[in-house]
């Protein structure tokens, strides 16, 4: 018979099937776990920054999906770490903030962004969707889902 902590472990490794059709990463590193539909493929870790920050994901219709971590060596708070990424955008239609974390969603070009982070005194985690504006309705469900099964790790310590 396994033990707790080791069932935690196994369930939590890169690319582990979840429910049906989709999968999970966690981030060694940083902690963080996002479970994501089975059509997105991971890119190789070399494109995807080193040191172990995150991976990146996508599909042939141009969905990416951008999970990362990274030390918070500047110091930044939830106001500076959004202000930041507000510049991201053309336009700005959704807004949400919580104690450590915001939402922001809107358009960039002709693409809809999704950005979600979480920051702490010494890490921030980050979720980013990008897809064409044109297939809104197609990915409305699979943006719904990685959203609500993105799980943040230990924002209070540097890694």
Known sequence: MMNKPLIFLLACLAGTANAAGHSTYCNQRFGFCADYPDTLTMAPQEESGEGGHGRNFSDSNGFTMVLYGYNNVDESTLASTKKGDEELFDTITYRKQGSNWYALSGYQGDNILYVKSWVGIGAINRLSLDYP?????????DVNYIVRHFKPGDLAEMH
Do not use: A, E, S, V
């Open 133 to 141: 504006t044109r297939l809104k309705t197609t990915y409305d469900g």
